[in-house]
């Protein structure tokens, strides 16, 4: 049973480009979550999804930021128009059910830099 | 709001030796969960060990035991018999249920082991 997958590693975006990160979770996991992590930071809440619903997407920035879990394929986290303050760690990660009495798994992470 | 903090952003222990890493939260809920995070260079997010709130006994898994003093929201991490491979960012987390899912993570605490 392959872990979280999160693609890229690494992500080298010009200022106003597009990012797209993606996660696949883990097999049989329909809950996915996204955190950022600024140097020297711990991780920050972005949004939670469970499949083609959006849970809770209270940490994510109102604009340019957007999140989808299709039915179909790997999760995605949307960045539009990138500025250097988006470089960071991205992390993803998933577990089966909610519920701080089950693990979630985390990916590798992303790591954004916008030059 | 619920705040998880870490006073120590860096710790060194000889090989061998005992350390503590000390972590307090904030919440106003009397049922929740409490982790600690392992993040070494690779930034692969490793569960250490996990307490459910509820239950008096403090966890332990192998070398790695925690004390909760849920009165003084208190959740320490105690690495024993540290080893070289220990080194890495230590995070303590805490469960969010209200609504959601989430973990709202400390700053984190940089452990050196000294051979």
């Known amino acids: 049973n392959a872990g979280v997958m999160q693609n890229p590693r690494h992500l080298v975006r010009r200022r106003g480009q597009e990012a797209r990160l993606r996660c696949s979770p883990m097999k049989g996991h329909s809950h996915v979550y996204w955190y950022r992590q600024l140097p020297e930071e711990g991780l920050k809440f972005m949004v939670y999804l469970q499949k083609e619903n959006i849970i809770d997407e209270s940490g994510m920035p109102k604009e340019r930021f957007s999140a989808e879990f299709p039915k179909e394929g790997p999760s995605i986290l949307r960045i539009q128009q990138v500025v250097r303050g988006d470089s960071a760690a991205y992390f993803c990660?998933?577990?089966?059910?909610?519920?701080?009495?089950?693990?979630?798994?985390f990916g590798q992470g992303t790591r954004l830099t916008v030059v | 709001a619920q705040t998880v903090t870490q006073s120590q952003p860096e710790m060194s222990v000889q090989e061998a030796e005992t350390v503590t890493l000390s972590c307090t939260y904030d919440?106003?809920?009397?049922?929740?969960?409490l982790f600690w995070y392992k993040q070494p260079p690779s930034r692969q997010m490793i569960l250490v060990i996990r307490q459910e709130a509820y239950k008096q006994q403090n966890a332990t898994e192998n070398r790695f035991s925690v004390n909760f003093q849920k009165a003084a929201k208190s959740f320490s991490l105690k690495i024993s018999d540290s080893q070289l491979g220990d080194a890495a960012m230590y995070f303590c987390a805490y469960w969010f249920q209200g609504g959601s899912e989430k973990l709202v993570f400390g700053k984190g605490t940089k452990l050196t082991v000294n051979p």
């Open positions: 919440t106003s809920e009397s049922d929740y969960y």
């Open positions: 990660a998933s577990s089966p059910m909610a519920g701080g009495n089950t693990e979630a798994f």
